[in-house]
């Protein structure tokens, strides 16, 4: 009976807070208004941020797989024989050699890979053929390049073009095909440009038949990873192994580093919001100084005055947040649609309703936080003084 | 139960301005108003009538003494103690209606029933209607806001307002005060109705001599004091005045006068006037002079006995 009574006395308070507003238009867009423009940039940067990880560990996975990579201490210093001990652990589904050196052609970085010709689209994903023809395990000094180092060096199948690499210096290859690849994080070394030789012939060419840089190691089962893992730590005791997992986790930690960045400027907005909506609670309570005072004359208390401000706030903020989450759905589609305007990239972005309903539950904490201490002062004020209050 | 609906013990309520600086606003004032009285009362602005209509209607606390209201000592309760009794016990009427800007008619008559607990939200709506019927507002303006309201329909509002608990004690503060003569005179006319038929007790507070005639008794307030007949001083010119008006206005003569007579003696020197003139009109001043410090001082007396 209690319990209704004052559920009632909270309708009538919050059907005040509600007339308050539509009384004070003006003043209430612009407050839903900062905290729209909070909440937006915070599901924005949110939707971009998650997707900017998804994207990135989808193609990390998709790069090596699930799996291991078998370094040594200095460059091509792993004895190729020890692919077929790989091959011998049963959970082990694929182990390939390969050989990545850094180089440069005519002053610019690019990279030399090594690799057995039927392996090239398992560790290039996204590869396709544009020109001339993929290796063959016949090649020597043939090689394919990525189309972007053959448009920067001027190159075209059939001509002969000479790398500066690390191991073995200035070595001439010629170039049989040109392929293109999906725009990933292949990014670092794709960007570098990438010219694929099949690994016999460049082991050949750098004189270092029988060693290799890297054996890439390929695990279907996740779960057994680490077995593998352990497995050939014992196998290889002074090699570097490292882990899809691990690789995945550094970038995740860059990652968090970018979020946590996107999330300082939302932050900052929201931070603008929240004085928005603090300053139109201060702005509500000196207005209706003399109601509150009128309000306690006829027996409100002082809980009832603080959820009629909060109410107010909550409103508000409410209001904000739906419109936020609105703006920053069709932001963050606008976005993506601008990148791809300028840069080839096709930003992946995640609207996830995780990411929506903590942009609501943030937007009405902001609001009622921010409302609190105006609100407190507001219905603490004695009915007297309110009463005095021109 | 008590048979008073108001009774004040030795009330004092001293205000502190700032370290040092008090006002008394209330010296020792003992009031009983029995049960269905019609009480009024007057006195000039800065007598201390307002304090005392806060301290009665439990929105302001006594610095010493003690308030009963319909039996009930609230000298002590809590401000929520406070708010729970005043929702029930009192009804108030304000000079400026004081009504919720943002709610209609039958709103503001509602939300005192709503704070009480006791009506449902149905039995609140007919209520608020009998109540607005019994003040008589035409039923066109019931569901109009107070801004599209007559100054004397808002009154008649506050007044449904006032009465919808069913206090025991209405307070009225200068209900008249900016209403017209007969919106006025009808405010009242209703209130004396009320104060009959229901019995409730009536406070009020005015200027108008109209409302002392609808009391059943009239106080004076002066400087703080409570009498039941008017005090001599006040049928003079200067009761309108405080005491500490009266002062401020015999200072600024004592600095006219002063002015006055350097100027005179300024004239002397360039020989404006003649000698004799001059000591004609000093002594005129300086009589004048002489006049207006025992003023002062009477008035500064004033202030210190009380």
Redesign the interface.
Known sequence: M?AT??L??FR?FFK?AR??IS?RKGRAILTVFGITVGIATLVSLMSIGLGMREQISTELNELLGVGLLVQGSATIDIPQAIVAEVLKVPQVDDAYPVILLIGQTNGQPSVLLGIPPGKVENYLTGLTLKEGRTLSPDDRDAIVVQDSFAERNGIKVGETVSMDLTVGGRKKFKVVGTFEMAMSLTGVMGNLGIAAGNLEGVQQTLDRAGFVSSVVVRVGDRSKVDMVEEQLTAMFPGARITKEEEILRQINRIMDIINGVLLTMASISLLIAGLSVMNTIMMVVRERT??I??????????W?VLALFLSEAGLLSLAGGVAGCILGVVGTYAIKELVRGFIPITLVVIVSPQVLAAAMVVAVSIGILAGLQPSWRGASI???EA?RYE | MSEYAVELQNVNKVYRLSPGVEVHALRGVDLAVGKGDFISIMGPSGSGKTTLLNIIGTMDRPTAGRVKIDGVDVTDMNEGELADFRCIKMGYLFQFFNLISTLDAVENVKLPMILSGRYTEREADQRAGELLELVSLKETVWRNRPVQMSGGERQRVALARALANEPALIIMDEPTGALDTVTGANVMKLAQMLNEFSGQTFIVVSHNPLVARVAKKVYYIRDGKLYENPPESLMKFESELSSLEKRALFVNQLRLLKESLLMLEKRLESGDVSRDSYAATKLKIMNQLERIKTGVESSQGVVASN
């Open positions: 209690i009574a004052q009632r006395v009538h005040l007339r308050d009384v003399r109601e005072g009128v309000l306690k004359s006829i027996g409100a208390k002082r009832n004695r009915p007297i009463l």
